[in-house]
């Protein structure tokens, strides 16, 4: 392999997206940002992966429309895309999995094709908002291709949770495939680096981004605010926020979805003593 050449990374960011938020978009843009400029790296595709039902956690949406909200607020981007495989299984699915799964699909997949699809997708951003595009990935040299999970800082803490993660999922998804953490204000990625063994090992492989632009936009907020019938606009795409109020999503009856049910990773932690 030429040593200069630079290596293409796909970002891939699991999670409820209930619902997707302009903060949730954001974050693709800061990665790919943070891992350019360090001149190696060049971020060809994100993917947005909702997750499933089974997940069980209190007030997530069905699958079904946090999918399809997604699809709209990916549209104004030239490089990400969604991915509607995790959100369709009948069980939930741990993200070392999804990460697999995905990983998979890209070492089988001819890069030429890839490059194709993300140039017709900025020609339609192009038509539709009439913008140039901020690069061409058609001009990139050929090198490996990485995929890393990008997260913000409350993923991070997670780790630290007993029974969410099992350790050896924390492995593969850090040790093998690498991690993009946005943190947010108030929050300490490098306490919980170090805190925990299976992090400080594969620290490498882990790169934070700080974000220095205040932002606190939460999907629980957003929530709260749409059952008190509050504005929305400006923290989410405008078709997301036409979407909710097209189906009438997010009520106080939809946040009580789930309640008293054990988180599905808590589940199958007990399920193993």
């Known amino acids: 392999m030429d040593p200069s050449a630079k290596v293409k990374v796909v970002l891939l960011a699991c999670g409820s997206f209930n619902p997707i938020t302009n903060m949730h978009l954001r974050m693709f843009e800061l990665a790919r940002d943070h891992l350019q400029d360090a001149g190696r790296c060049d971020v ?48 939930w699915v ?9 990983h998979a699909e890209l070492m089988t997949s001819d890069l030429d094709q890839v490059d194709a699809e993300r140039s017709a997708k900025r020609r339609k951003v192009e038509e539709t908002e009439n913008i140039s595009s901020f690069q061409s ?60 063994d299976v992090l400080w090992r594969n620290r490498k492989n882990i790169h934070v981004v700080h974000e220095w632009v205040a932002n606190d936009i939460s999907a629980t907020h957003v929530r709260r605010a749409l059952r008190r019938r509050q504005s929305v606009r400006y923290l989410l795409p405008d078709a997301v926020m036409h979407y909710i109020q097209q ?17 599905a990773p808590l589940q199958r932690c007990t399920m193993t003593f």
Not at 94 to 102: A, C, D, I, L, Q
Not at 142 to 159: H, M, N, R
Not at 168 to 183: A, F, N, P, Q, S
Not at 252 to 258: H, I, P, Q
């Open 137 to 196: 990935f058609s001009d990139t040299s050929e090198g490996e291709i990485e995929l890393k999970l990008l997260c913000g800082a409350d993923v991070l803490e997670s780790f630290a949770v007993p029974g969410l993660w099992k350790e050896e999922d924390i492995e593969e998804i850090v040790g093998r495939y690498g991690l993009v953490c946005i943190t947010r204000s108030g929050s300490d990625a490098q306490k919980i680096i170090n805190q925990l």
């Open 247 to 263: 189906h009438e999503l997010y009520s106080a009856e939809s946040e009580r979805k789930n309640a008293g049910v054990v988180l």
């Open 44 to 91: 060809v595709k994100g993917i947005i992966s909702p997750v499933g039902d089974a997940y069980q956690k209190r007030g997530l949406l069905e699958a079904q429309h946090r999918l399809k909200m997604a699809r709209l607020a990916a549209e104004t981007s030239d490089w990400i895309s969604v991915d509607g495989w995790e959100c369709v299984q009948p069980e």
């Open 94 to 102: 741990e993200t070392s999995k999804v990460m697999r799964h995905h």
